[in-house]
């Protein structure tokens, strides 16, 4: 059987290097490119690649995918920054390309997917709920994608079940003490030394509290995600949003 052409754009970086590796240990994969900041694209095409896997920066993420749609090369997406404008311009490229696959996952690790669904699961059960991410100080970018994702899908539960705002007392704070507001969700951004990508999501109810947490404690834990996305990609036109949708999570 032929193997899956794929191609690393961020090759040189942190999860880029590691997805480097990963692809080439892959039985039923081939590397045929591995891009940095300043190659040129060009190279996706003459190498032949059916995928390509994006992690780069949010700066660099759209050109890229754009360069991908116009050719038919399908994406799995890492990298963060999406926005529902980002989001709207990438299903234009995908009317204009069809048969071409994106998947975008906020996080490619299986107790990162697991913990939003937890939290999506568990939070219209409790009166307040706030999430708390913690990541290594070379982050770009706060709060995380996968931050973001948890706190929508959370306010998305709660909306769905009609749960009341969260109870809040605060009439005066110094800017940024309560986090972030996503969606109604605080959002708490930590960088510290020593950490690589964790995440807390903290429910309180009447005497009671839940905590859901998930620490990546190497990009080794987002490399299954990865190669489970490239081999489906190719099969599920359009976008994905969410490596969720290629698991089997009941
Ligand atoms: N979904 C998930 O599970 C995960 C997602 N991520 C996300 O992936 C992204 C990358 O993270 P990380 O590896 O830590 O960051 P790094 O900064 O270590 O890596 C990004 C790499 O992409 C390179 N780059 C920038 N623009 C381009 C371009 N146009 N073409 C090719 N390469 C380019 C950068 O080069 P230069 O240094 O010269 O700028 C750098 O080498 C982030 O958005 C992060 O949040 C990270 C881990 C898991
Ligand atoms: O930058 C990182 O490291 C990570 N980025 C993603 C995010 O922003 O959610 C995924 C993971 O948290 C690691």
Redesign the pocket.
């Given at each position: 059987m032929s193997k899956l052409r794929v191609a690393v754009?961020?090759?040189?970086?942190?999860?880029?290097s590691e997805a480097v590796r990963a692809v080439e240990a892959a039985d039923d994969m081939e590397l045929v490119a591995a891009?940095?900041?300043g190659?040129s694209l060009d190279a996706l095409i003459e190498s032949g690649a059916q995928v390509a896997v994006e992690?780069?920066?949010?700066?660099?993420v759209m050109?890229?995918l754009d360069h991908c749609l116009r050719h038919g090369i399908h994406a799995v997406v890492?990298?963060?920054?999406w926005t529902d404008e980002r989001l709207a311009h990438l299903r234009g490229g995908l009317d204009a390309s069809p048969g071409t696959g994106v998947l975008i996952?906020?996080?490619?690790?299986i107790g990162?997917v697991l913990t939003m669904k937890f939290a999506q699961l568990a939070a219209p059960y409790f009166e307040s709920v706030e999430v708390v991410e913690l990541h290594h100080p070379?982050?770009?970018?706060a709060p995380?994608?996968t931050a973001t994702r948890t706190a929508q899908l959370i306010a998305a539960a709660r909306a769905e079940a009609g749960c009341a705002p969260q109870p809040d007392a605060t009439t005066t704070a110094l800017e940024g003490a309560r986090g972030a507001d996503v969606d109604g969700v605080p959002v708490h951004s930590v960088r510290l030394r020593g950490l690589l990508?964790h995440q807390e999501v903290l429910l309180g109810g009447e005497g009671e509290t839940l905590t859901v947490r998930h620490d990546s404690l190497h990009?080794s834990s987002?490399m299954p995600?990865i190669l489970l996305g490239c081999r489906r990609v190719v099969t599920v036109p359009g976008l994905t949003f969410g490596l969720e949708h290629f698991l089997d999570l009941g």
């Open positions: 754009l961020g090759a040189k970086g942190r999860i880029g891009l940095g900041r190659d992690l780069t920066t949010p700066d660099s050109d890229n890492g990298t963060t920054g996952a906020p996080n490619f690790s990162a070379r982050k770009v970018d995380s994608g990508a990009h987002f995600g």
